[in-house]
Protein backbone atom coordinates (compact mmCIF):
# COMPACT_ATOMS: atom_id res chain seq x y z
CA UNK A 1 0.00 0.00 0.00
CA UNK A 2 1.55 3.69 -0.72
CA UNK A 3 1.76 6.38 1.61
CA UNK A 4 -0.61 8.14 -0.31
CA UNK A 5 -3.70 5.16 0.21
CA UNK A 6 -2.88 4.87 3.29
CA UNK A 7 -3.75 8.22 4.29
CA UNK A 8 -6.57 8.64 2.54
CA UNK A 9 -8.17 6.27 4.67
CA UNK A 10 -7.23 7.04 8.08
CA UNK A 11 -8.36 10.56 9.75
CA UNK A 12 -4.42 11.20 11.17
CA UNK A 13 -3.84 14.75 10.42
CA UNK A 14 -1.09 15.58 8.19
CA UNK A 15 1.03 18.77 8.37
CA UNK A 16 0.98 21.60 5.59
CA UNK A 17 3.93 20.74 3.68
CA UNK A 18 3.47 24.32 1.69
CA UNK A 19 3.03 26.33 4.54
CA UNK A 20 6.56 24.64 6.44
CA UNK A 21 8.08 25.16 2.76
CA UNK A 22 6.97 28.94 2.54
CA UNK A 23 7.89 29.92 6.13
CA UNK A 24 11.18 28.26 5.35
CA UNK A 25 11.65 30.62 2.60
CA UNK A 26 10.20 33.90 4.42
CA UNK A 27 12.68 33.51 7.29
CA UNK A 28 15.56 33.07 5.20
CA UNK A 29 14.69 36.08 3.78
CA UNK A 30 16.14 37.71 6.50
CA UNK A 31 20.05 37.98 7.22
CA UNK A 32 20.38 36.46 3.42
CA UNK A 33 24.23 35.89 2.05
CA UNK A 34 24.75 34.49 -0.76
CA UNK A 35 21.14 33.92 -2.39
CA UNK A 36 20.43 30.43 -0.52
CA UNK A 37 22.62 31.00 2.71
CA UNK A 38 21.81 33.11 6.05
CA UNK A 39 23.40 34.73 8.64
CA UNK A 40 21.72 35.38 11.68
CA UNK A 41 24.06 35.20 14.69
CA UNK A 42 22.10 34.50 17.93
CA UNK A 43 20.46 37.92 19.44
CA UNK A 44 21.62 39.86 16.45
CA UNK A 45 19.57 41.96 14.80
CA UNK A 46 18.80 39.46 12.05
CA UNK A 47 18.05 37.08 15.00
CA UNK A 48 15.98 39.49 16.36
CA UNK A 49 13.80 39.76 12.97
CA UNK A 50 13.60 35.73 12.28
CA UNK A 51 12.28 35.70 16.33
CA UNK A 52 9.67 38.73 15.07
CA UNK A 53 8.39 36.67 11.91
CA UNK A 54 8.38 33.95 13.81
CA UNK A 55 6.49 34.88 17.17
CA UNK A 56 3.57 36.69 14.52
CA UNK A 57 3.12 33.11 13.27
CA UNK A 58 2.88 31.63 16.57
CA UNK A 59 0.00 34.15 18.29
CA UNK A 60 -1.71 33.85 14.71
CA UNK A 61 -2.20 29.92 15.61
CA UNK A 62 -3.17 30.87 19.16
CA UNK A 63 -0.48 30.20 21.01
CA UNK A 64 0.58 31.98 24.19
CA UNK A 65 4.12 33.62 24.24
CA UNK A 66 6.99 33.29 26.30
CA UNK A 67 10.44 33.46 27.24
CA UNK A 68 13.02 32.91 30.26
CA UNK A 69 16.32 34.70 30.95
CA UNK A 70 18.64 33.19 28.20
CA UNK A 71 15.70 34.47 25.37
CA UNK A 72 14.77 30.97 24.86
CA UNK A 73 11.04 31.44 23.73
CA UNK A 74 8.02 29.14 24.77
CA UNK A 75 4.84 29.16 22.65
CA UNK A 76 2.48 27.08 24.26
CA UNK A 77 -1.31 25.47 23.80
CA UNK A 78 -3.16 24.60 26.35
CA UNK A 79 -3.54 21.17 26.62
CA UNK A 80 -7.76 19.80 27.90
CA UNK A 81 -6.02 18.46 31.08
CA UNK A 82 -3.99 21.27 32.65
CA UNK A 83 -2.39 19.51 34.96
CA UNK A 84 -0.45 17.23 33.05
CA UNK A 85 3.25 17.98 32.08
CA UNK A 86 4.02 19.74 28.76
CA UNK A 87 4.92 17.75 25.19
CA UNK A 88 7.60 19.98 23.65
CA UNK A 89 9.53 20.38 20.47
CA UNK A 90 11.64 22.73 18.84
CA UNK A 91 15.03 23.67 18.11
CA UNK A 92 17.06 26.69 17.18
CA UNK A 93 16.36 30.03 15.02
CA UNK A 94 20.11 31.34 15.04
CA UNK A 95 22.62 29.97 12.41
CA UNK A 96 25.82 29.75 11.61
CA UNK A 97 27.86 33.22 9.96
CA UNK A 98 28.09 31.29 6.65
CA UNK A 99 25.24 28.85 7.15
CA UNK A 100 22.26 28.04 5.66
CA UNK A 101 18.15 27.92 5.98
CA UNK A 102 17.66 24.56 7.71
CA UNK A 103 19.68 23.95 10.36
CA UNK A 104 17.96 24.35 13.42
CA UNK A 105 14.97 26.58 11.76
CA UNK A 106 13.38 23.32 10.12
CA UNK A 107 13.00 22.12 13.70
CA UNK A 108 11.45 25.20 15.21
CA UNK A 109 8.95 25.70 11.87
CA UNK A 110 8.09 21.91 12.13
CA UNK A 111 7.51 21.91 15.54
CA UNK A 112 4.92 25.09 15.25
CA UNK A 113 3.72 23.16 11.74
CA UNK A 114 2.33 20.14 14.04
CA UNK A 115 0.90 22.65 16.34
CA UNK A 116 -0.97 24.36 13.04
CA UNK A 117 -1.94 20.83 11.65
CA UNK A 118 -3.79 19.85 15.25
CA UNK A 119 -5.33 23.25 14.63
CA UNK A 120 -6.46 22.21 10.97
CA UNK A 121 -7.91 19.69 12.12
CA UNK A 122 -9.40 20.47 15.22
CA UNK A 123 -7.84 18.31 17.70
CA UNK A 124 -7.49 19.40 21.21
CA UNK A 125 -4.72 16.98 23.07
CA UNK A 126 -4.58 16.45 26.67
CA UNK A 127 -1.10 17.80 27.59
CA UNK A 128 -0.11 20.64 26.88
CA UNK A 129 2.05 21.81 23.97
CA UNK A 130 5.22 23.93 23.78
CA UNK A 131 7.32 24.97 20.68
CA UNK A 132 10.31 25.99 21.79
CA UNK A 133 13.30 28.38 19.98
CA UNK A 134 16.76 27.70 21.89
CA UNK A 135 18.63 30.87 21.78
CA UNK A 136 22.43 30.76 20.31
CA UNK A 137 22.74 26.65 19.70
CA UNK A 138 25.70 27.68 17.28
CA UNK A 139 27.33 29.23 20.18
CA UNK A 140 28.92 31.46 16.82
CA UNK A 141 28.21 34.81 19.22
CA UNK A 142 28.55 33.91 22.34
CA UNK A 143 30.47 30.73 23.69
CA UNK A 144 29.62 28.26 24.83
CA UNK A 145 27.22 26.54 21.99
CA UNK A 146 24.32 24.77 23.09
CA UNK A 147 23.57 28.17 25.19
CA UNK A 148 20.12 28.31 25.78
CA UNK A 149 19.06 24.87 26.09
CA UNK A 150 22.68 24.52 28.89
CA UNK A 151 21.38 26.81 30.99
CA UNK A 152 17.32 25.78 31.17
CA UNK A 153 19.19 22.19 32.12
CA UNK A 154 20.61 23.79 34.96
CA UNK A 155 24.07 23.42 33.30
CA UNK A 156 25.01 27.41 33.43
CA UNK A 157 24.47 29.26 36.33
CA UNK A 158 22.04 32.86 36.36
CA UNK A 159 25.37 34.57 36.88
CA UNK A 160 27.84 33.27 33.92
CA UNK A 161 24.70 33.29 31.64
CA UNK A 162 24.58 37.22 32.21
CA UNK A 163 28.00 38.12 31.83
CA UNK A 164 29.08 36.14 28.92
CA UNK A 165 30.77 38.61 26.13
CA UNK A 166 30.35 38.01 22.33
CA UNK A 167 32.50 38.48 20.12
CA UNK A 168 31.82 42.05 19.18
CA UNK A 169 31.74 42.91 22.64
CA UNK A 170 28.14 42.78 23.63
CA UNK A 171 26.69 41.59 27.26
CA UNK A 172 24.18 38.55 26.92
CA UNK A 173 21.72 39.67 29.25
CA UNK A 174 22.06 43.05 27.45
CA UNK A 175 21.31 41.67 23.96
CA UNK A 176 18.36 39.58 25.48
CA UNK A 177 16.90 42.34 26.89
CA UNK A 178 17.37 45.02 23.61
CA UNK A 179 16.31 42.20 21.28
CA UNK A 180 13.37 41.98 23.97
CA UNK A 181 13.15 38.63 24.66
CA UNK A 182 14.70 38.39 28.09
CA UNK A 183 11.54 37.38 30.23
CA UNK A 184 10.86 35.87 33.31
CA UNK A 185 9.85 32.70 33.01
CA UNK A 186 11.82 30.17 34.85
CA UNK A 187 12.30 26.18 33.83
CA UNK A 188 10.31 25.27 37.15
CA UNK A 189 7.15 26.99 35.40
CA UNK A 190 7.63 24.29 32.34
CA UNK A 191 6.76 21.27 33.32
CA UNK A 192 7.87 19.00 30.57
CA UNK A 193 6.77 15.73 29.92
CA UNK A 194 9.09 15.30 26.65
CA UNK A 195 11.13 16.96 24.29
CA UNK A 196 11.23 16.24 20.70
CA UNK A 197 13.61 18.26 18.08
CA UNK A 198 13.52 17.36 14.17
CA UNK A 199 16.43 18.61 12.78
CA UNK A 200 18.41 18.06 9.27
CA UNK A 201 21.19 15.13 9.34
CA UNK A 202 23.85 17.31 8.25
CA UNK A 203 25.70 14.37 7.12
CA UNK A 204 25.06 12.35 4.00
CA UNK A 205 23.89 8.68 5.85
CA UNK A 206 19.91 8.96 5.04
CA UNK A 207 20.48 10.01 1.79
CA UNK A 208 22.55 7.33 0.49
CA UNK A 209 20.05 4.48 2.00
CA UNK A 210 17.54 6.62 0.33
CA UNK A 211 16.48 7.21 3.86
CA UNK A 212 13.48 10.02 4.28
CA UNK A 213 13.31 9.97 8.01
CA UNK A 214 15.99 8.97 10.59
CA UNK A 215 15.31 7.79 14.42
CA UNK A 216 17.66 9.51 16.18
CA UNK A 217 18.45 6.68 19.25
CA UNK A 218 21.70 8.90 20.81
CA UNK A 219 23.62 11.65 20.45
CA UNK A 220 27.54 10.34 20.23
CA UNK A 221 29.84 11.15 23.22
CA UNK A 222 32.84 13.27 21.83
CA UNK A 223 36.78 13.49 23.48
CA UNK A 224 39.43 15.83 22.10
CA UNK A 225 42.74 15.34 23.25
CA UNK A 226 45.69 18.18 22.83
CA UNK A 227 49.07 16.68 21.66
CA UNK A 228 52.39 18.26 21.65
CA UNK A 229 55.20 16.79 19.74
CA UNK A 230 58.34 17.92 20.41
CA UNK A 231 61.42 17.52 18.40
CA UNK A 232 64.31 19.74 17.34
CA UNK A 233 65.18 23.11 15.19
CA UNK A 234 67.85 22.27 12.58
CA UNK A 235 68.76 23.59 9.21
CA UNK A 236 67.23 22.52 6.31
CA UNK A 237 70.47 21.98 4.41
CA UNK A 238 72.78 21.18 6.81
CA UNK A 239 71.06 18.33 8.68
CA UNK A 240 71.62 14.89 7.11
CA UNK A 241 67.71 13.13 7.05
CA UNK A 242 68.86 10.25 9.16
CA UNK A 243 69.73 12.98 11.73
CA UNK A 244 66.71 15.25 12.69
CA UNK A 245 63.88 15.05 14.75
CA UNK A 246 61.24 16.54 12.65
CA UNK A 247 57.84 17.88 14.83
CA UNK A 248 56.43 18.45 11.56
CA UNK A 249 57.33 15.18 9.78
CA UNK A 250 56.05 12.87 13.00
CA UNK A 251 52.80 15.04 12.86
CA UNK A 252 52.31 13.86 9.87
CA UNK A 253 52.62 10.47 9.95
CA UNK A 254 50.40 10.91 12.99
CA UNK A 255 47.13 12.60 10.87
CA UNK A 256 48.09 8.84 8.56
CA UNK A 257 48.26 6.73 11.55
CA UNK A 258 45.15 8.25 13.45
CA UNK A 259 43.50 7.76 10.24
CA UNK A 260 43.94 4.34 10.15
CA UNK A 261 43.28 4.02 13.52
CA UNK A 262 39.90 5.81 13.31
CA UNK A 263 38.87 3.03 10.56
CA UNK A 264 40.23 -0.14 12.46
CA UNK A 265 37.08 1.13 15.04
CA UNK A 266 34.35 0.72 12.87
CA UNK A 267 32.07 2.62 10.60
CA UNK A 268 30.74 4.23 13.61
CA UNK A 269 34.25 5.65 14.60
CA UNK A 270 35.20 9.49 14.09
CA UNK A 271 38.77 10.56 14.13
CA UNK A 272 39.70 14.08 13.20
CA UNK A 273 42.96 16.59 13.28
CA UNK A 274 41.38 19.82 12.27
CA UNK A 275 44.43 21.95 13.93
CA UNK A 276 47.78 21.68 13.26
CA UNK A 277 50.18 24.36 13.94
CA UNK A 278 53.78 24.27 13.66
CA UNK A 279 55.69 26.27 16.21
CA UNK A 280 58.28 27.91 13.58
CA UNK A 281 57.49 28.97 9.96
CA UNK A 282 60.27 29.22 7.71
CA UNK A 283 60.46 27.27 4.87
CA UNK A 284 64.42 26.06 5.76
CA UNK A 285 63.95 25.32 9.23
CA UNK A 286 62.97 21.52 10.76
CA UNK A 287 60.22 21.99 12.72
CA UNK A 288 61.33 21.42 16.38
CA UNK A 289 57.64 21.53 18.56
CA UNK A 290 54.13 21.31 16.89
CA UNK A 291 50.66 20.72 18.31
CA UNK A 292 47.85 19.18 17.08
CA UNK A 293 44.03 18.79 18.52
CA UNK A 294 42.57 15.26 17.94
CA UNK A 295 38.55 15.23 17.53
CA UNK A 296 37.40 11.56 18.61
CA UNK A 297 33.21 10.80 18.57
CA UNK A 298 31.56 7.25 18.87
CA UNK A 299 27.84 6.46 20.57
CA UNK A 300 29.33 4.10 22.84
CA UNK A 301 31.01 5.47 25.91
CA UNK A 302 33.30 1.92 26.29
CA UNK A 303 34.37 2.18 22.84
CA UNK A 304 35.25 5.89 22.95
CA UNK A 305 37.25 5.56 25.76
CA UNK A 306 39.55 2.50 24.17
CA UNK A 307 39.24 4.62 20.61
CA UNK A 308 40.52 7.85 22.74
CA UNK A 309 43.48 5.45 24.25
CA UNK A 310 44.57 4.18 21.15
CA UNK A 311 45.00 7.35 19.53
CA UNK A 312 47.29 8.80 22.38
CA UNK A 313 49.23 5.61 22.31
CA UNK A 314 49.45 6.08 18.64
CA UNK A 315 50.73 9.70 18.84
CA UNK A 316 53.06 8.71 21.09
CA UNK A 317 54.47 5.62 19.10
CA UNK A 318 54.39 7.86 16.09
CA UNK A 319 56.48 10.40 17.60
CA UNK A 320 58.89 7.77 18.82
CA UNK A 321 59.57 6.36 15.15
CA UNK A 322 60.94 10.26 14.17
CA UNK A 323 62.90 10.81 17.27
CA UNK A 324 60.56 12.91 18.74
CA UNK A 325 58.20 12.82 22.04
CA UNK A 326 54.54 13.68 22.03
CA UNK A 327 52.65 14.69 25.59
CA UNK A 328 49.14 13.78 24.92
CA UNK A 329 46.62 15.56 27.86
CA UNK A 330 42.61 15.08 27.17
CA UNK A 331 41.04 18.85 27.02
CA UNK A 332 36.97 18.48 26.85
CA UNK A 333 34.78 14.83 27.51
CA UNK A 334 31.68 14.77 26.68
CA UNK A 335 29.54 11.16 27.44
CA UNK A 336 27.43 10.07 24.60
CA UNK A 337 23.71 11.11 24.85
CA UNK A 338 21.17 8.35 24.99
CA UNK A 339 17.21 8.93 24.11
CA UNK A 340 14.47 7.71 26.21
CA UNK A 341 13.55 4.47 24.68
CA UNK A 342 9.56 5.27 24.92
CA UNK A 343 10.02 8.48 22.98
CA UNK A 344 12.50 6.72 20.30
CA UNK A 345 9.88 4.33 20.07
CA UNK A 346 7.41 6.44 19.38
CA UNK A 347 9.32 8.31 16.30
CA UNK A 348 10.12 4.88 14.64
CA UNK A 349 6.20 3.80 15.16
CA UNK A 350 5.23 7.29 13.69
CA UNK A 351 7.56 6.47 10.62
CA UNK A 352 6.55 3.15 10.69
CA UNK A 353 2.50 3.82 10.20
CA UNK A 354 3.33 6.80 7.92
CA UNK A 355 5.04 4.26 5.72
CA UNK A 356 8.23 6.16 5.36
CA UNK A 357 11.50 4.94 4.60
CA UNK A 358 13.28 4.80 7.95
CA UNK A 359 17.00 4.38 9.35
CA UNK A 360 17.95 4.25 12.84
CA UNK A 361 21.21 6.11 13.33
CA UNK A 362 23.18 7.87 16.37
CA UNK A 363 23.36 12.13 15.26
CA UNK A 364 26.75 12.83 14.74
CA UNK A 365 25.93 16.44 15.66
CA UNK A 366 25.94 17.97 19.30
CA UNK A 367 22.10 19.31 19.64
CA UNK A 368 19.97 21.25 22.06
CA UNK A 369 17.95 18.15 22.73
CA UNK A 370 21.11 16.33 24.30
CA UNK A 371 20.76 18.89 26.96
CA UNK A 372 17.46 18.44 27.55
CA UNK A 373 17.83 14.51 27.51
CA UNK A 374 18.92 15.19 31.15
CA UNK A 375 15.94 17.08 32.35
CA UNK A 376 13.08 14.74 30.54
CA UNK A 377 12.20 11.84 27.75
CA UNK A 378 13.59 13.04 24.66
CA UNK A 379 14.26 12.07 21.20
CA UNK A 380 15.20 13.08 17.55
CA UNK A 381 14.00 13.23 14.16
CA UNK A 382 16.37 13.38 11.71
CA UNK A 383 15.37 14.44 7.56
CA UNK A 384 18.62 14.40 5.06
CA UNK A 385 20.09 17.16 3.50
CA UNK A 386 21.56 16.83 -0.60
CA UNK A 387 24.90 15.44 -0.16
CA UNK A 388 24.97 16.05 3.62
CA UNK A 389 25.96 19.58 3.11
CA UNK A 390 25.38 21.64 6.55
CA UNK A 391 27.24 24.85 7.86
CA UNK A 392 26.94 25.78 4.09
CA UNK A 393 25.15 28.03 2.04
CA UNK A 394 24.34 25.51 0.09
CA UNK A 395 22.27 23.42 2.83
CA UNK A 396 19.32 21.85 1.02
CA UNK A 397 16.62 19.90 2.36
CA UNK A 398 13.59 18.81 -0.17
CA UNK A 399 10.08 20.44 0.67
CA UNK A 400 8.81 16.72 0.65
CA UNK A 401 11.59 15.63 3.78
CA UNK A 402 10.60 17.91 5.24
CA UNK A 403 6.80 17.57 5.83
CA UNK A 404 7.70 13.60 6.25
CA UNK A 405 9.43 14.39 8.99
CA UNK A 406 7.09 17.27 10.56
CA UNK A 407 4.11 14.80 10.39
CA UNK A 408 6.92 11.93 11.86
CA UNK A 409 7.03 14.67 14.96
CA UNK A 410 3.27 15.32 14.50
CA UNK A 411 1.89 11.64 15.01
CA UNK A 412 5.09 11.67 17.62
CA UNK A 413 4.05 14.24 19.51
CA UNK A 414 0.28 13.49 19.60
CA UNK A 415 0.38 9.84 20.52
CA UNK A 416 2.41 11.39 23.69
CA UNK A 417 0.19 14.34 24.44
CA UNK A 418 -2.94 12.00 23.94
CA UNK A 419 -6.53 12.89 22.53
CA UNK A 420 -9.83 11.69 21.83
CA UNK A 421 -9.96 9.15 19.13
CA UNK A 422 -12.89 10.85 17.15
CA UNK A 423 -10.62 14.25 16.16
CA UNK A 424 -13.29 16.64 17.77
CA UNK A 425 -11.61 17.97 20.61
ZN1 LIG B 1 21.52 22.93 14.47
Known amino acids: MSGAARRSRTNAPHVNADRLWSRHMDLARIGTIETTGNCRLALSDE ?9 GWCRDAGLTLRSDRAGNMFALRPGRDPGRAVVAAGSHLDTQPHGGRFDGI ?13 NDAGIETEAPL ?3 NWTNEEGVRFAPGLLGSAWFAGRIADETLDNIVSADGARFADEATRTGWRGDMVPADLTLDSFFELHIEQGPILEDAGAQVGVVTSVQGLRWLDVAITGRDAHAGTTPLGARKDALLAAGAMLVALHRAGLAAGSDARVSV ?7 DGPSTIVGHADLVIDIRHPDEEVLVR ?11 TAAEYDCAAEVSERLAI ?6 GDCVALVEAAASALDLNYLRLPSGALHDAANIAALTPTAMVFVPCRDGISHNVQEYTAPEDLAAGADVLLHAMLERAGCR ?5
Do not use: K, N, Y
Not at 111 to 118: F, I
Not at 274 to 280: D, I, M, V
Not at 307 to 317: D, Y
Not at 421 to 425: A, K, L, N, R, V
Open 106 to 118: SGVLAALEAVEAL
Open 47 to 55: DAAARELFA
Open 130 to 132: AVI
Open 307 to 317: LTGICAEVCRA
Open 421 to 425: SDGQG
Open 335 to 340: PPRLFD
Open 274 to 280: GRLAAAT
